[in-house]
């Protein structure tokens, strides 16, 4: 039997790459890829900088990018709705004003062909 937590990891989203259904997991690993830490790291309680930035930037793009409610974004990280919230607007207000973070976030947004873009 599947829970509920496990199908998300898999469940398809309404982005596709090449045909293929952009995952929570896929861009789990981009994530991670992008800002050089682990999957484990990003989804563990660990609040040393690097991995909470990491943390909120998949938050976000789970979140915005791929239409995912806050409930459903809550429980790939084991969160609280309010808490999405703060990491989506941590998000934004880094991606204003530190241009390194932004092209982070960037490259994981084209990588993951989001079409969205931020005024430079």
């Not at 991995?51 to 409930?71: C, D, G, H, P, W």
């Not at 973070?101 to 990588?111: D, P, Y």
Request: include cysteine; aromatic fraction near 10%.
């Amino acid at each position: 039997m599947i829970n509920q937590t496990n199908y998300l990891w898999f469940a398809p989203s309404h982005n596709y790459k090449g045909g293929q259904p952009i995952t929570i997991d896929k861009v789990l690993n981009d994530v991670a890829e992008e800002f050089k830490v682990s999957k484990e790291d990003i989804l563990g309680k660990c609040r040393l900088r690097e991995f909470v930035e990491a943390r909120q930037v998949a938050q976000y793009i789970i979140r915005e990018k791929m239409n995912n409610t806050l409930r459903t974004t809550g429980l790939v990280f084991g969160k609280k709705h309010c808490t999405i919230i703060h990491s989506i607007k941590n998000v934004e207000a880094l991606i204003q004003f530190d241009k390194n973070f932004r092209r982070k976030v960037e490259n994981i947004i084209v990588k993951n062909d989001f079409f969205r873009t931020y005024e430079r």
